[in-house]
């Protein structure tokens, strides 16, 4: 069975200062994927990166920045200078394929909410 | 592009009705999901169907059902409505059933039963 960690329910932060959220996994398949998905108060998830298990290099897109450790199965995301309009919830997910029939779920963390303040 | 829509956005039923939720994904996309997702958690897998097949089942009871039609719209049915079926329903579409497919997820359908 799959289960993703998210510890950090709530996160406080001002505005331009840094912030690491935190997503710990935990599988026993030795291919998986995993993801950040952002989840705004209108309710879409919006997909922010994907990384598979093959895959430790680390991630820098923008302002956003992603440490994937497979030695602590973790895979930590960091808002470089956040912004009000990082405020939301955000998920760590982990998904492994189906055998056979290549299909797949994604399991998410419980998801840690990131407020920005002015 | 459109992206995925759902219908309605908002829902209310009262215990042992039935409910249909709608979902249509990006066009040529042909893997559509569905994910519950009650307040404060984080979404839950339901379904997911591939070109009409149902390719992969969460734990939910079998309430839940759902079908995917030949233009790869799906349908979600929940029968028997009970007080912890209260959620925002998530659908999300990908071009192929596979897990290199990038999910698109819809705004959601927010159920409540009263």
């Known amino acids: 069975a799959q289960k993703v960690t998210q510890a950090q329910t709530e996160i406080s932060v001002v505005e331009k200062e840094d912030v690491t959220l935190d997503c710990v996994y935990e599988t026993r398949d030795t291919t998986y994927y995993l993801f950040w998905y952002k989840q705004p108060p209108s309710g879409e998830l919006v997909f922010l990166i994907r990384?598979?298990?093959?895959?430790?290099q680390n991630e820098i897109s923008g302002r956003y920045s992603w440490n994937f450790q497979k030695s602590t199965s973790s895979f930590n995301f960091t808002i470089t200078a956040s912004q009000v309009v990082d405020s939301a919830v955000y998920f760590c997910?982990?998904?492994?394929?189906?055998?056979?029939?290549?299909?797949?779920?994604?399991?998410f963390g419980k998801g840690t909410k990131l407020s920005v303040i002015p | 592009d459109a992206g995925v829509t759902q219908s309605p956005t908002h829902l209310i039923k009262t215990r042992g009705q039935h409910v249909t939720l709608r979902c249509s994904p990006i066009?040529?996309?042909?893997?559509v999901s569905w994910y519950q997702q009650v307040l404060g958690q984080g979404p839950q897998f339901i379904f997911q169907y591939y070109e009409k097949e149902e390719r992969g089942r969460g734990n939910f009871p079998d309430r839940f059902s759902a079908r995917q039609f030949p233009n790869y719209s799906s349908e979600l049915n929940v029968n028997a409505l009970l007080l912890g079926d209260s959620a925002l329903y998530l659908c999300?579409?990908?071009?192929?059933?596979?897990?290199?497919?990038?999910?698109?997820f819809g705004p959601g359908t927010r159920l409540t039963v009263t």
């Open positions: 999300a579409s990908s071009l192929e059933g596979r897990v290199l497919s990038e999910q698109y």
């Open positions: 990384r598979n298990s093959f895959d430790e």
């Open positions: 066009s040529g996309h042909k893997s």
């Open positions: 997910a982990l998904s492994v394929p189906y055998s056979g029939a290549g299909s797949y779920q994604l399991t």
